[in-house]
Each structure stands twice: as structure tokens, then as C-alpha cells.
């Protein structure tokens, strides 16, 4: 299957494949990485990402650091004129180059405070101060708050292989190596 | 579905069915079904009226895929048969054999009953741009009386607004006058200036038609255009006919070489102080002057209404609204031109601009906008202003960011060439945003996306090459005329290809930008064509007109409330 078949057909269940589609169409405008907040501090090219997949450029887009480079902001999602679904794409991308093993360090870390916590960014101090300055609990009523929730997010983890996918070790509770 | 019927399935768009037994074993007995390669041929044509004849149909069904442009193929079978075959139309799509038997449900028989008509010898052409001016010139020309309705209190459309044309850098003032001037005079062309249609029933050869006629507040006829209410009239607005790039007072002139040149008063800002009245001593001004409805019948009508600029601020990341640095190119065009609001002197925060970003495709060729189409003159135009400005700021730097560059006309390649000879760089890439930096200057975010590197680039002018778009009332426009719309919400044409400036309606043409976006020559061009068709008829003396001819009067109308000039110019 050609690359570009596998992205739509891929993302396609969960996002629509007339969403995926749209990937097809783009016109190679630059509007996407002219306004890339990432790609002003950081090597990610957004629309050169897009090329590279419509060209099924398998091994390169998979294997590429850029590709973990978006913030997944949806600023180039909302401003295409072709209606390409950018950052809906480039998730689906990361879910493809997930399952081949490349997935990015500081993804597969986020994703250990997943299955450590029940977050991919745990509470500290500051959000606790601003929790309350908006008046809400200091605590949000989440893992955080009820511990015993987080044992059903480890088992959810295990049932899908997501420790694997991470290479989670349930020993050290961290990531292995 | 009792009936001896005959199905045809042409293979033109088709490539022809297999189906022909399993349609065949749903009709009634000695019915027949056959795939034909190309019905519209003569000999095809010659061999159904046979079968028609040979084998007793009582009814013909023709399976086609262009069924819009062959009615009229088969008049010569209805002759000769007293019925005309039905015509369905199949798409790619479709399962044919169902469509088919769907369609056999309802067949209603389509008698030829053509008459023939006179045709009174006038034609209505609606919009009084270059493209109007140009067909009712044609017309007149031809010996035949012209009703050319404006909305606008004067003629010239979007061309009076601009500074020079491309390719040739003509100046539109010295091209487009005399245009205004000779329809202005033409014997036959009867100029209806602050009017709309609002009516039209009848067919070709006779449609009757009503004009509401705003009131101009001041006697055409009497005014000689001397100007001396302007100056003493107190109350100053923005000029629209300028973008509201300069001022205007409560009564004015649009622009000096305006035509009809008469003052118009507009009562939403007029303070009732009475001094023109006062001081004009031709006695032109009518403070009790009413709308008026004026009809008559004509032959053809001519659609000529043009196109309205993209609102930019519909592309919020762009800034135009936020910022004074930020115009449209029509803005631009006024800036330079000697006629416009600042005599031609390219001032922004009261100095020349020395570093100018052009924004492409702003409005066209985005979908997320509802702008499939590409508007087709804004490479050019943006390029002729960076010629414009450069005249007048010999050292400015310019900076056209684009998708692709469109210079197909005759003599555009060559233009573009010229632009880049003289120093304009055009860099591949749309601009994603605009915003204001620190010191004031504008930043424009944009792509080279053939070095693959984003860049920001420092501007003290950033112009939006605004596209082309159809006039916000078109749907009333079409619904009144019986007209449609295409998806690029512009009028549609009966076909693109061989019938552009027919519409759906018999005896209803139009041209230039009111069918899409184009240059003065095409419009020209296509313009000349369609005065051409709308006088044939005419010149004939007679039509022939069945009962689908006749138009549908509809109540709705696009009249706007006066003041007139409001929202047309973009
Ligand atoms: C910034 C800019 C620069 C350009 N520069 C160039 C150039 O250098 N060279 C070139 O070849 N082309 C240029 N063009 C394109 C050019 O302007 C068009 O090709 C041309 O004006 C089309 O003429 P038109 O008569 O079809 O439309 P318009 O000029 O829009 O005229 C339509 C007229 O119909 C009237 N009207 C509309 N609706 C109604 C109604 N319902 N009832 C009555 N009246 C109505 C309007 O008031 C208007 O007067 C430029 C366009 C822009 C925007
Ligand atoms: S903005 Fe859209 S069309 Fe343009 S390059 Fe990016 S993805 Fe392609
Ligand atoms: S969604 Fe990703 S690629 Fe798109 S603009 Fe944001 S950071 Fe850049
Ligand atoms: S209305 Fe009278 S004063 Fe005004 S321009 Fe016409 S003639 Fe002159
Ligand atoms: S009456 Fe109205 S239009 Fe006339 S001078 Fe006074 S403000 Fe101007
Ligand atoms: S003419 Fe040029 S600027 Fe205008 S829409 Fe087409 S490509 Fe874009």
C-alpha cells in the first residue's frame, strides 16, 4: 500500500476519511509553515512534512525528529486554503510511526506520567495556585483526586499494550533503559 | 407505463451500458432498447426517426450525459414525429438501469410546439461597467435601442477606480473615458443611472421589464456638473467611489470625469441646510424628488453586473482590519492614481512606503473561505502596481509572495518578465500572518517554500491582492431573471465550453465578470460576442419560443434602499 493510502486509511475510523482525504489536495502553498509557531524556534516544515508524505516517503517522514515537533496548536489546520486537515494528519502520522517504534522520547515520557499519574502533565504548585485563583478546587476531580481511578488507567494501559508501545517497565515504574 | 417505448443510451459521458437486456425486460411488449454511439449524429438521428416509425413507439427516452445542450439536437425527430424524445440525464455515478426505469414513471410527452414571435428591437443590459458600456455601444451601433441600467449614480464600474491597466500600463483613465463618454452620447443607448431591475416577466423577443429609478435629488439634465453645491455644501463623509480613502460631501460628483456628470445628493448625510439649492443658479436641485418605476418591453436582455473585491477581513490573520499599513489593491489603485483621493501621492503615516509586500491569492483559491476559483487577475494587477508605486518611489523595494504565478494572457509572460527585470522579487509562498512589530513596521510571516525556510519580512506597506467575487445579491439577481448560480456563486452559463454567454433562459445572455473572473480583454472579448448573440434575434426579426422559454416572475427583487453607492464598491 503507497504511503499516503496507509495515512488516510489509518487516521480514517476515528477522523472521518473525507477529513483524511484532504491530505490529496494540498497545493504546496507554505501557508501552514509560514505561520507554524513551532517552526520559528524549531526545525519542523510543516508543509515539506505534507510533500514528503504525498510523495510516500515512508521511511523518511516516520523516521524523522520534526515529526514530534508540532505543538499540535491547529493553527495551519484552521488557516489552509485547500482545507487540509494538518494536524489531524500529522497525528495520525505519529500514531503510524508510534506503532514502528519511533516514537520520540519526550512523547514516550509524557505518556509514562500517563500510566504513573493519570496525566500527561501532573499538577504542581503553580497550576494549583491558579486552579484557585479561578475559584475551583485546588485538586481536580481526576486521578489526582481519587487515586483508585488510576489503577483502572494501568489496567487500560496493560489491555492495550500501550506499556509496550512505550516500553513501559512496571518495575521501576519509568521508562526502560 | 403501458406505452411502446424506445430507450437510446448514448455513449457520449457514458461509454454506453451493458444493461440493455435487463432494461429491455422491464418495458411493455414491442418496446426496444439500444446503445448508440453518438446520437447526436445525423445519420443516429435518422435511424431513431426510422425506428419510430418501422416499430410504432409511442415514446422515446435518450440516456446522455450532456442532456443540457441537446435539446435542440432532436427537433428534427419531433418534427417528423410529432413528439420529441424526453432526455435524461446520466451521470458517471448513477446505476443506469434504475435511473432509467425511475424516469419511465412520469414520462410526460413533450409536444413541439414552438411558435414564432416578433422580436422588439431593444435590449436591456444590466450594469453599466466596461463590459456594459462595451455591449451597449455594440449594440447601439447595430442601429438598436439600448436600455442600460446602473445601480451606481455612474457608469465605468470598476475600471473608472483604477490608475493604469496592465499589460500595456495604458492609463484606464485615457482608455476608459472615452468609453463612458460615447455611451453617455449614443443616440440609441438610454442611460438609467441609480436604477435597478426589479421585474422582468414575458420570453424572448418580448420581455417586459420594470426599473426602479432612485432619486438623484438634482435633474440630470439641468445639472452641468460645475460643482459649486460640492463646495459649499457642509456635511463631509467618506468617498465610496475612493474606498473611503479620502472625503466627500452630502452632495457630490463620485469623480470629475463622472458620467452622467451630475451632482447626486444623498439624503442619509445631506443636513437639509438648503445651500446648494441656494447657490446653484441652474435651479438643478430637487429636494422632492421621488423613486420612479419605469417600464418597457425589450428583445434580448444583457447581464453585464460584474464583481464585487473579496472583504479581507474575512482572513483575520492578515490584519486588515487591525492595521493602517494593511490595504486592498483597489485602495492602491486609488492611492496612484492622478484622479484619486491624494492626486496620486503614495502616502502612508505621511511617508512614501519604501518596503511593499504583496499578498497573494487573498480570498481566492480558498476553500475555507467558500473560493474554490482562482480570480485570475491578481498576479497581473500586482504586478502593474509594483510598476505603479515604483514611478512614484523610484527606490521602493517590492515583495510579491505567491502560490503560483498566473500570467497567461497575451502578453502577461512577457509583462511578468519585465517586472522581474526591473527588480521585483517574487517569492514562492502565501502569507500565513501579518502583525505589527515593535517599531511599528508590519511583519508578514510567510514560507519560501522553494529554500523551505519560513521567513518574516519587514514591511511599511503590506497590499492584499484581493480576489474577485460574485456581487452579494446575485441570488436575487439569478431568482428574478430565472437564471442559476454556479458554485463559485457567480451566474452560470448554459455550458462553459460552447454556450458562455447564453444562460438558461432563451434570449438571456451575459459577459464579463458577472460569469466569472477576467481581465478587460476577456471581458471585452466575451462582451462583443454577447451583444453579437443578443442581436441576432433582433436582426432576424423573429424567434421561435416553447413553454419552458417563458421567465417565472419572481417578487423578490435586489433592489437596495437608496443611497445608491453604498455597497458596491467593494
Ligand atoms: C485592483 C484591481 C486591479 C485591476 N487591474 C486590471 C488591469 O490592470 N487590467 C485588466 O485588464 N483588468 C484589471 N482588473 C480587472 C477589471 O477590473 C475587470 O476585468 C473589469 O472591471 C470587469 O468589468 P465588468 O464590467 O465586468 O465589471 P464591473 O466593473 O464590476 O462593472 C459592473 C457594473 O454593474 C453594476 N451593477 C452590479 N449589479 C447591478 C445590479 N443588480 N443592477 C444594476 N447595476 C449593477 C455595478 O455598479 C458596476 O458599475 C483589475 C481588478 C482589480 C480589482
Ligand atoms: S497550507 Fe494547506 S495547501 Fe498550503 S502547503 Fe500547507 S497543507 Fe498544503
Ligand atoms: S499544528 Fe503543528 S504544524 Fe500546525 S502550526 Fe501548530 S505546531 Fe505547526
Ligand atoms: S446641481 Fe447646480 S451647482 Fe450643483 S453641480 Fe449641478 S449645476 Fe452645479
Ligand atoms: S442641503 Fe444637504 S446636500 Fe445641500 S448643501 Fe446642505 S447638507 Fe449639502
Ligand atoms: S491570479 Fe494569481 S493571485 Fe489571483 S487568485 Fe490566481 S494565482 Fe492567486
Keep these: ?177 | 407505463m403501458d406505452k411502446k417505448t424506445g430507450v437510446y443510451i448514448c455513449h457520449c459521458g457514458l461509454g454506453g451500458s451493458t444493461e440493455t437486456e435487463e432494461i429491455l425486460k422491464k418495458l411493455p411488449k414491442g418496446s426496444i432498447v439500444k446503445d448508440s454511439q453518438y446520437l447526436c449524429d445525423i445519420t443516429e438521428q435518422e435511424l431513431l426517426i426510422k425506428d419510430i416509425n418501422e416499430k410504432d413507439l409511442e415514446q422515446v427516452v435518450v440516456a446522455c450525459f450532456a442532456s443540457d445542450v441537446h435539446r435542440s439536437i432532436f427537433k428534427k425527430v419531433g418534427d417528423e414525429v410529432g413528439f420529441l424524445p424526453n432526455l435524461i440525464k446520466i451521470e458517471e455515478s448513477d446505476d443506469v438501469v434504475e435511473k432509467i426505469i425511475a424516469a419511465l414513471d412520469d414520462l410526460k410527452p413533450i409536444k413541439p410546439e414552438e411558435t414564432e414571435v416578433d422580436v422588439n428591437p431593444s435590449v436591456l443590459v444590466i450594469g453599466a461597467g466596461i463590459v456594459g458600456e462595451q455591449a451597449s455601444l455594440d449594440i447601439g451601433d447595430a442601429g438598436y435601442k439600448v436600455y442600460l441600467v446602473e445601480r451606481r449614480p455612474n457608469i465605468g464600474g470598476h475600471m473608472a477606480q483604477l490608475d493604469k491597466t496592465f499589460p500595456t500600463l495604458d492609463c484606464a483613465s485615457c482608455i476608459g473615458t472615452p468609453k463612458m463618454v460615447a455611451t453617455g452620447q449614443h443616440p440609441n443607448i438610454e442611460l438609467l443611472t441609480c436604477s435597478e431591475v426589479i421585474e422582468v416577466s414575458g420570453h424572448a423577443g418580448e420581455f417586459k421589464v420594470k426599473v426602479l429609478r432612485h432619486p438623484r435629488y438634482v435633474d440630470e439634465n439641468e445639472c452641468t456638473g460645475c460643482g459649486i453645491c460640492v463646495d459649499n455644501c457642509p456635511a463631509v463623509v467618506a468617498s465610496e467611489f475612493n474606498l473611503g480613502v479620502g472625503p466627500r460631501k452630502a452632495i457630490y460628483i463620485p469623480f470629475a470625469q463622472a458620467i452622467p456628470l451630475a451632482a447626486i445628493r444623498d439624503p442619509e448625510h445631506c443636513l437639509s441646510c438648503r445651500m446648494c439649492e441656494y447657490v446653484c443658479d441652474k435651479k438643478a436641485i430637487r429636494f422632492d424628488q421621488e423613486e420612479e418605476i419605469i417600464e418597457f418591453e425589450v428583445g434580448s436582455i444583457l447581464v453585464t453586473t460584474g464583481f464585487e473585491l473579496f472583504n479581507c477581513d474575512l482572513r483575520p490573520e492578515l490584519g486588515y482590519d487591525k492595521y493602517d499599513r494593511v490595504i486592498n489593491a483597489l485602495e492602491l489603485e486609488r492611492l496612484c492614481a492622478p484622479t484619486g483621493p491624494t492626486a496620486g501621492e503614495i502616502l502612508i503615516h505621511g511617508k512614501p512606503p519604501k518596503n511593499i509586500v504583496f499578498v497573494q491569492c487573498v480570498g481566492s483559491r480558498d476553500k475555507n473561505v467558500g473560493n474554490e476559483y482562482c480570480s485570475r487577475v491578481c498576479c497581473m494587477y500586482a504586478t502593474k502596481q509594483c510598476n505603479l508605486v515604483r514611478e512614484k518611489v523610484p527606490d521602493a523595494k517590492f515583495t510579491i509572495c505567491y502560490t503560483d504565478i498566473r500570467a497567461f494572457g497575451k502578453g502577461h509572460e512577457e509583462f511578468y518578465n519585465r517586472m522581474q527585470d526591473e527588480g521585483v522579487i517574487y517569492l514562492r509562498g502565501i502569507v500565513s500572518e501579518v502583525y505589527r512589530g515593535e517599531n511599528g513596521m508590519m511583519k508578514v510571516r510567510v514560507e519560501n517554500t522553494l529554500m523551505v525556510e519560513p521567513v518574516e519580512l519587514e514591511a511599511d506597506l503590506v497590499v492584499l491582492s484581493a480576489g474577485l467575487v460574485a456581487p452579494a445579491d446575485t441570488p436575487q439577481l439569478a431568482n428574478m431573471l430565472n437564471l442559476d448560480v454556479g458554485d463559485d456563486k457567480f451566474l452560470a452559463e448554459a455550458h462553459v465550453n460552447i454556450r458562455p454567454m447564453e444562460t438558461r433562459v432563451k434570449g438571456i445572455y451575459m459577459a464579463g465578470c458577472a460569469q466569472g473572473p477576467k481581465d478587460i480583454s476577456d471581458s471585452v472579448a466575451q462582451t462583443s460576442g454577447a451583444a453579437a448573440k443578443a442581436t441576432i434575434p433582433i436582426s432576424f426579426g423573429k424567434v421561435k419560443i416553447g413553454p419552458e422559454d417563458e421567465v417565472k416572475v419572481v417578487k423578490e427583487t435586489t433592489a437596495t434602499a437608496a443611497p445608491i453607492e453604498k455597497e458596491v464598491t467593494g
Excluded at chain 1, 502553498?29 to 510516500?56: E, Q
Excluded at chain 1, 502533565?121 to 495556585?129: G, R
Design chain 1, 1 to 177: 500500500m503507497e504511503f499516503v493510502d496507509e495515512i488516510i486509511e489509518t487516521g480514517g475510523p476515528i477522523l472521518g476519511s473525507e477529513h483524511m482525504e484532504t491530505l490529496r489536495v494540498c497545493m504546496q502553498c507554505g501557508k501552514c509553515t509560514g505561520g507554524c509557531p513551532s517552526g520559528r524556534l524549531t526545525a519542523i516544515r510543516t508543509r515539506k512534512m505534507i510533500l514528503s508524505a504525498l510523495l510516500n516517503m515512508r521511511d523518511e517522514v516516520l523516521s524523522s525528529d520534526e515529526l514530534w515537533l508540532c505543538t499540535t496548536c491547529y493553527t495551519c489546520y484552521e488557516r489552509c486554503p485547500r482545507n487540509v486537515k494538518v494536524t489531524d494528519i500529522t497525528r495520525t502520522i505519529r500514531n503510524i510511526a508510534g506503532r514502528e517504534g519511533y516514537l520520540a522520547k519526550s512523547h514516550r515520557m509524557a505518556a509514562s506520567y500517563v500510566i504513573k499519574t493519570g496525566h500527561g502533565v501532573p499538577i504542581n504548585d503553580a497550576v494549583k495556585e491558579s486552579r484557585k485563583k479561578l475559584g475551583l478546587s485546588e485538586i481536580p476531580p481526576t486521578t489526582h483526586a481519587y487515586k483508585d481511578a488510576l489503577k483502572g488507567i494501568q489496567t487500560l494501559a496493560k489491555k492495550t499494550k500501550f506499556d509496550e508501545l512505550i516500553d513501559f517497565d512496571w518495575e521501576t515504574m519509568n521508562l526502560k533503559e
